[in-house]
């Protein structure tokens, strides 16, 4: 009897398991995002505005470490990364290394800036996609301008990369390449692609960017040959490469 007993308790037991393990998979995820801005003349100047996730806690964090780690690199211009720190310390870095600039060469009048805007761009239940756009001024004949897509998984807050995004990147890369060719502005037709990567063959941008128009493209300068010709962007449909991705 006392066996029957604790049978039908280890049952009963493991029924509420179960039922826990389902709530607790069916929970609502929600994320929201607020705008964070961050503006000093003290030494250089510096403006910084990006989303901060909010929400379920553990999603949002993972969403906002892994923007602020990133923002917070942005400003380090030591060889080494910053790790396990705020962004109002790497601001503070950035104006010491102002103001050593200034000790070691009074004469100058260069005014050091640091730039850098996000906002996100496109949401789903399967993507949300925030772009970064940086510009850094700490010297020489122009600032450098960077932009990064960051693609999270709205269930997880884990960064999605290129491998989770396209399905087929042959046939990605093939309209990709179609599309590069007629967006560049040299004043030369059928420019070989080769030229365009440095005589490499063609390359997929380092990140892609969703918008509700369709995929984003976008080259930095360092990506393509010709800094003068800038940030190269353009946006095709998502009719036209629908059947590429992993993700709508």
Not at 56 to 74: D, F, G, H, K, S
Request: hydrophobic residues 40%; aromatic residues 10%; contains cysteine.
């Amino acid at each position: 009897m006392f066996n029957r007993i604790l049978d039908i308790l280890k049952k009963i037991s493991l029924l509420f398991a179960l039922l826990a393990l389902v709530i607790s998979c069916n929970k609502e995820v929600k994320i929201d995002f607020t705008e964070t801005h961050i503006e000093t003349s003290e030494a250089a100047d510096i403006s910084i505005n990006f989303p901060k996730a909010e929400g379920t806690e553990i999603i949002a964090n993972r969403i906002n470490n892994t923007l602020q780690n990133y923002i917070i690199n942005q400003t380090n211009i030591s060889e080494d990364s910053l790790e396990h720190v705020s962004i109002h310390d790497a601001i503070s870095r950035f104006n010491y290394e102002f103001n050593s600039f200034k000790n070691d060469f009074p004469e100058s009048s260069q005014q050091w800036e640091a730039f850098i805007d996000g906002e996100v761009t496109y949401r789903s239940p399967e993507i949300i996609c925030i772009a970064i756009n940086s510009y850094l001024d700490t010297g020489g004949a122009h600032g450098n301008t960077n932009v990064r897509f960051f693609n999270f998984n709205p269930q997880t807050g884990t960064v999605l990369n290129m491998k989770d995004l396209i399905s087929n990147q042959e046939g990605l890369s093939k309209i990709i390449e179609r599309e590069l060719l007629k967006n560049i502005k040299n004043g030369t037709e059928n420019q070989p692609t080769e030229d365009v990567f440095f005589g490499k063959d063609f390359q997929l941008p380092e990140s892609i960017g969703f918008s509700d128009e369709g995929l984003i493209v976008l080259y930095n300068p360092y990506e393509i040959a010709a800094y003068a010709q800038g940030i190269i962007e353009f946006t095709i449909p998502f009719t036209e490469v629908n059947s590429f991705l992993n993700v709508n």
